[in-house]
């Protein structure tokens, strides 16, 4: 079954404006169902979790470990246990670096972590912050992470954890995380996915894919910001020391030291973001009336459509545009597998450089005119850098998109051009 776009869009209010929005990757619009969730627990239902006994605290609790429930369902984890609530995917991933790397002898100042150049900056610093050895992952010409590289850090080097994203939240590329996984778990080593872009591109399935944790935010999936999610498998979870001290996080507490909850409350200290959980199953409620075949072939036409007509663009080069590494040593059958790879994973958004035109004039000339599109590093410094450029223009794309708000878009980046240029 083909979406009806225009049933969908109707249910955004935002876009009742005259607004192209493509900035989903920095956050997705909500719909009616989500705005109405938050305005009816605060309106009528609420109450803290896990401390009163009174009938209002006893339904909060319940819709709050309901959703719990639901994020369990989604990413299909094992158990709700393993689903923690925290207040971003940036801060599921330092509650990982902190706490995991805390236990373990080796990540903190002596063992290692492997990175990809793909990654965002919420996937770099927290491991720099817990003094791991970083590792990186080199891309080729066509932004598929070289995995040739992974082989030989697992072999060579004492590896503890491969932090990866799901999805580059500037190429749309989609490292292989299955093979990754594999390798990494071959070598004794865990894997940590980025899961912020991917989350609301793709289905995740968390069994199958085998990682050992998953970050990501509830804000780029149709629901509120103030939410993350972490997965984390049971055993790992169970063994690692909490990362935020306070109320709801202990069994008992003394006047010389406490002795933590079980999972998930280990790793929820104070007070949850409870109006945002029931938020985020609103909106995963919501998501589960599309299937997730028709979710990818109308985002993948939508980003078909934006390459064809934006590559026309004089002097518009799409993103990696990149030469390849100088010690790439590869034979030409290998290229055309990797360019295949590329065209088929590629997902989400696409970001461009124009020539002798900065992206922030760009972007500002089109914000006039209610196209939203985002300028900048788009916090992947390392990425543009092994671009070689400062920055670039991305385009990101949201179940509500069109191909007729994608021509607008390319007629408005011409006439900006002539403009700026
Ligand atoms: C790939 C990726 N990882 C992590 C993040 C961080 O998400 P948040 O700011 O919601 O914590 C983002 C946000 O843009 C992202 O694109």
């Known amino acids: 079954m083909t979406l009806d776009i225009s049933a969908i869009r109707r249910q955004f209010p935002i876009l009742d404006q005259e607004l192209i929005y493509l900035d989903s990757a920095a956050t997705a619009q909500k719909p009616q169902i989500v705005i109405d969730a938050l305005k009816e627990f605060y309106a009528k239902k609420n109450a803290n979790v896990h401390r009163g006994m009174h009938g209002l605290a006893e339904q909060a609790t319940t819709a709050y470990e309901n959703a719990r429930t639901s994020v369990q369902k989604f990413i299909n984890a094992a158990s709700p246990e393993e689903i923690i609530f925290t207040k971003s995917c940036t801060e599921s991933i330092n509650l990982v670096a902190n706490s995991y790397s805390s236990r373990r002898e080796g990540v903190r100042g002596r063992g ?38 992974l082989d030989t850090y697992l072999k060579q080097e004492n590896i503890e954890l491969v932090a990866i994203t799901g999805q ?9 995380l299955k093979e990754i996984i594999q390798k990494a778990h071959a070598a004794g080593a865990y894997v940590l996915v980025d899961a912020a872009q991917l989350v609301a591109h793709h289905q995740v399935n968390v069994q199958e894919l085998d990682c050992d944790f998953l970050a990501f935010s509830a804000h780029k999936l149709y629901g509120p910001t103030g939410i993350g999610v ?7 979870l169970e063994k690692m020391p909490p990362f935020i001290g306070g109320g709801m996080m202990i069994k008992e507490a003394t006047q010389t030291g406490f002795t933590p909850a079980d999972i998930p409350q280990k790793f929820e200290g104070g007070t949850p973001p409870i109006a945002q959980a029931i938020g985020l199953a609103a909106a995963l409620e919501w998501l589960e009336q599309f299937a997730w075949k028709d979710i990818e072939e109308h985002e993948h036409a939508l980003l078909k459509h934006a390459e064809h007509i934006l590559k026309n663009i004089d002097g518009l080069k799409i993103l990696p545009a990149c030469h390849p590494e100088p010690d790439e040593g590869r034979h030409a059958q290998d290229v055309m597998v990797r360019r295949a790879h590329h065209d088929m994973e590629r997902s989400g958004c696409l970001s461009f450089v124009l020539d002798k035109v900065h992206p922030h004039d760009l972007t500002d000339i089109l914000g006039e005119q209610g196209i939203c599109l985002r300028a900048g590093h788009h916090c992947a410094m390392p990425l543009h850098k092994r671009l070689n450029i400062p920055a670039s223009t991305r385009v990101s794309f949201g179940i509500y998109n069109t191909i007729q708000e994608i021509d607008i878009l390319a007629d408005a980046i011409q006439h900006a051009q002539k403009i700026l240029q």
């Open 112 to 149: 290692s972590v492997v990175l990809s150049l793909l990654e965002h900056h919420s996937n770099i610093v927290p491991w720099m912050m817990c003094g791991a050895h970083l590792h990186w992952i080199n891309i080729d010409e066509y932004g598929n992470t070289r995995l040739e590289q």
């Open 230 to 236: 972490l997965y984390g498998k049971r055993e790992l």
């Open 168 to 176: 580059s939240n500037v190429l749309g590329t989609r490292p292989p």
